[in-house]
């Protein structure tokens, strides 16, 4: 099949003005011929002056391949798939509304693809960016809530272990077209926070017996405000996790009680690590690591406490 674009950069866009047009740039200024790729923005409906910023972008550049769209139903999912949809590309490349990509991010993935035919996905390295003081319960355990993804500075293929993140994951366009968009019953919707909608998709993948690769040349900032430390917010994110794997296994009740049993090791797990945090004298870490594991069950046991 002939593709109009080699690859199309596509954001989804939620409320995020204060960033958007800093996502955009980022790939408008890379070093790569633009009229071999196009930007995508879908919005899900945001209540900012988002479409405002995008429909002055366009009128300021108009020999950009740029577009946007609006999705009118709320859910990353579904604006993940609006984004696929409409893309042009041989490639369809995620970024998130509130990140920017390093310079060479629109090379570096099209270049791997052209040398790897085999390859059906990649994901690369996510660097917070915090916009706001670290809190002292701050961990390693918590580099989801900040969109922290990094598998080290080598060419790693992922097998299942662990999958890209949104913030900055690509797929050859092909994925859609034979095994088909997100799952729309998972992921964020509004101010809920339901997870793995990815990770639903890159398990499909996987048993296609395609593969999927970590590049740590492509690379993005994430920005991180404040609000990512509220602990309201903190426990809806928590239980997102719980709650979405317990709606993408819905009717596997093995899988459910295997799901179910590896949260309670984990919370096993935490209590024992967390014990050097005490020793150490870090009672607020050890503290929202046991809160974090208890919020994922609770999660799981209920996906509505997300909301």
Not at 122 to 147: A, C, E, M, N, R
Request: hydrophobic share 40%; aromatic share 16%; glycine share 8%.
């Amino acid at each position: 099949m002939e593709y109009q674009y080699k690859i199309s950069a596509v954001i989804c866009s939620y409320n995020r003005a204060r960033f958007i047009i800093n996502a955009v740039e980022s790939i408008f200024n890379q070093d790569f011929d633009k009229s071999q790729f196009e930007v995508i923005v879908v919005d899900n409906n945001s209540t900012d002056n988002v479409i405002e910023l995008l429909k002055r972008y366009k009128e300021e550049h108009p020999s950009y391949n740029f577009s946007y769209y609006i999705e009118p139903n709320q859910g990353v999912a579904f604006t993940r798939t609006r984004c696929a949809k409409e893309a042009k590309g041989s490639i369809v490349a995620y970024l998130d509304d509130d990140s920017t990509a390093e310079p060479n991010w629109l090379a570096n993935i099209v270049n791997f693809y052209d040398a790897h035919p085999e390859v059906w996905s990649i994901g690369g390295k996510i660097t917070p960016k915090f916009l706001t003081g670290i809190p002292d319960w701050y961990s390693k355990y918590f580099f989801g809530l900040v969109g922290n993804f990094d598998l080290g500075n080598k060419i790693k293929r992922m097998t299942g272990e662990r999958y890209p993140c949104g913030a900055n994951m690509s797929f050859r366009k092909k994925v859609f077209e034979e095994i088909g968009y997100f799952n729309h019953s998972l992921g964020r919707r509004g101010k809920g926070l339901l997870a793995t909608e990815e990770k639903e998709i890159y398990k499909r993948i996987l048993a296609y017996g395609k593969q999927v690769y970590y590049l740590p040349m492509v690379a993005v900032l994430h920005c991180v405000e404040a609000n990512k430390f509220d602990h309201n917010y903190v426990k809806r994110h928590s239980k997102g996790i719980g709650g979405g794997e317990r709606v993408r296994l819905e009717g596997q009740y093995g899988w459910l009680l295997v799901k179910f049993l590896e949260y309670i090791a984990k919370w096993v797990y935490a209590i024992l690590y967390g014990l050097g945090f005490l020793v150490r004298g870090q009672w607020s870490k050890f503290i929202m690591l046991e809160r974090f594991r208890w919020w994922v069950i609770m999660g799981f046991i209920s996906p509505k406490g997300a909301d």
